[in-house]
């Protein structure tokens, strides 16, 4: 992968040389599992079970997230989702749902990111 795509995944929050590694350096197999991130539904089943209340579906959403994003070095993601998961567990569902603006505007940044691959 070139730098330039690495210096925009990175300004995206995606670590690409380290997601690299556990793709066996294979660019191509890396940049298919980025698209697949945006096309999986999980991150509109966060959002829905947020704004429904609904912090069960909330958790197992926003904990599939988690290790999506830890699977592809979106480090930001990552983060913020793991905070999340930890806030649901602690049963703060307020809490929990403050971190989506944060949350939105990361994915926004990482989607973007991927949309130029």
């Not at 991130?37 to 089943?45: G, N, P, Q």
């Amino acid at each position: 992968m070139d730098q330039a795509k690495l210096d925009s995944l990175a300004r995206g929050g995606i670590q690409a040389a380290d997601a690299l590694e556990r793709f066996m350096g294979s660019d191509a197999l890396l940049e298919r599992f980025l698209k697949r991130f945006l096309e999986d539904a999980t991150y509109s089943s966060l959002c829905q079970a947020v704004e429904a209340g609904d912090w069960q579906q909330a958790l197992a959403a926003s904990h599939t997230l988690k290790g999506m994003c830890g699977n592809l070095s979106m480090t930001e993601l990552y983060d913020l989702f793991t905070r999340q998961v930890a806030l649901l567990r602690e049963d703060k569902p307020a809490d929990a749902a403050a971190l989506m603006p944060a949350i939105e505007a990361a994915y926004r940044r990482a989607a973007d990111a991927i949309g130029q691959l």
